[in-house]
């Protein structure tokens, strides 16, 4: 692949999610063949075949979340409002109030948490729950969209382009409560 390809598909992706690709650009420039591997990464990043899609991406901003990266829960949260989940729901499964939430996506929010934080307890009932209600394709499908949401944020971490979640939680938070925007040089 070409560095103007490489270019041009992040690009396109950094317009489509208003998401920083800067280290992505630095790992083509620096280590074309580590950027290439990256990219063969991508597919099954993405990988779901039987898991609903709003809770399996509840499940992927819960652990994304956790690895405190602002631009990656950034990039999940407008995943996430592409598949037509709206501020509320989202705010609710990143402060964990599973009251506010479905069925359905307080399980997926249990289910990464359970595996976050290595709680054995709450991944077996769970995933008992995953498997029984939608099948094992479908645990397949949300263990893969827990474990992509570590990758993707160390990886920024260890290039050194991490930034804290606080600031887009503190923009969601706005969101759901109509609060105005702050303006330039404002304090926060």
């Not at 690709?21 to 991508?42: H, Q």
Request: glycine fraction near 4%.
């Amino acid at each position: 692949m070409s560095k103007a390809i490489a270019s041009y598909l992040l690009s396109d992706f950094a317009n489509n999610y208003g998401y920083d690709v800067g280290y992505l650009e630095n790992m083509a420039d620096v280590s074309p063949g580590a950027f290439y591997r990256y990219l063969l990464c991508t597919p099954l990043s993405r990988y779901r075949s039987k898991a609903p899609l709003q809770p399996y991406m509840l499940a992927k901003m819960v652990a994304t979340k956790h690895f405190d990266c602002g631009p990656c829960l950034n990039l999940v949260i407008n995943m996430a409002r592409e598949v037509k989940l709206d501020d509320k729901t989202i705010h609710a499964a990143l402060t964990e109030d599973v009251s506010a939430l479905s069925d359905e996506e307080a399980l997926a929010v249990r289910y990464a948490n359970a595996v976050i934080n290595q709680d054995a307890v709450a991944l077996k009932d769970s995933e008992m729950q995953i498997v029984d209600q939608w099948g094992e394709k479908a645990l397949t499908d949300f263990a893969i969209g827990v474990a992509f949401a570590a990758f993707y944020p160390i990886l920024r971490r260890g290039l050194g382009h991490a930034h804290s979640c606080e600031p887009v939680m503190k923009e969601l938070e706005r969101l759901v409560s109509h609060e105005p925007a702050l303006s330039a040089g404002e304090p926060a």
